[in-house]
């Protein structure tokens, strides 16, 4: 079994990526991939860069190039459940594409023409696996609900609450539905995994410097005993 993990900045993956035994770098269209082993289990590890598209063509490159069983998603989301505090661990059960918008011509919200579908499922037992091992980390909340991404820093509340109300969604990030449209559109199984760094409000702009680091931290802890329990199944 490989597992990918992909971030979409430094503080979201390169703790994982110091962990890791003998790696291995390879640089494809200007991204690196690192292939190694972390607590004993086979792993390439990307950072992407921000935004949609960047992580579409670092998932499909780490697909075509290195064949994993299983791709995650990693990193820092702005919060849309009222019950998040900074830290608190959202985990995908599906992903959508809140910029994506056809309406005009008839489709729903966030329709994706081609693959025909508003919600792109994340793998059942994967997002489970993700969830448990998120219990590790005391005083943090897990919920279990839909991720929202687009090209847009969620910093006001109107936005916000678009996307609540469109979706239904639990939080909102930049990369996490494009790369599981790449996955869905491959036959890959993935999971999108968020520590939440603000909560997609006004007052985003100034809590996402602050509260970003540490909400990466509580991300990168829980891939590393996901990883434990993976490598003990």
């Not at 579409?56 to 998040?84: D, K, R």
């Not at 919920?143 to 910093?155: E, N, P, R, Y």
């Amino acid at each position: 079994m490989l597992i990918g993990i992909i971030g979409a900045m430094d503080i979201e993956v390169q703790a994982l990526k110091d962990l890791m035994t003998e790696p291995k770098v390879k640089t494809i269209s200007t991204v690196d991939f690192y292939s190694g082993t972390i607590n004993g289990v086979k792993t390439v590890v990307a950072v992407a860069g921000v935004g949609k598209v960047n992580a579409a063509v670092c998932a499909q490159t780490m697909i075509l190039t290195y064949h994993p069983s299983y791709i995650i998603n990693v990193g820092v989301a702005g919060g849309l459940s009222p019950e998040f505090k900074i830290g608190d661990i959202a985990v995908a059960e599906n992903v959508v594409e809140h910029d994506m918008d056809t309406s005009p011509i008839g489709d729903v919200p966030g329709y994706i023409s081609g693959i025909n579908v508003v919600r792109i499922p994340c793998d059942r037992w994967l997002s489970d696996m993700m969830f448990r091992a998120s219990a590790h980390i005391d005083g943090v909340k897990v919920l279990m609900g839909t991720i929202a991404s687009g090209d847009q820093f969620i910093s006001h509340n109107d936005e916000r609450q678009r996307i609540i109300d469109n979706f239904g969604a639990i939080a909102a990030e930049m990369e996490g539905a494009s790369i599981g449209h790449v996955c869905y559109m491959n036959g890959i199984p993935f999971g999108v995994l968020r520590a939440i760094s603000d909560g997609a409000n006004d007052d985003s702009a100034m809590d996402y410097p602050t509260f970003a680091k540490l909400a990466a931290a509580h991300s990168i802890a829980i891939i590393c005993e996901l990883l434990d329990d993976i490598k003990n199944m």
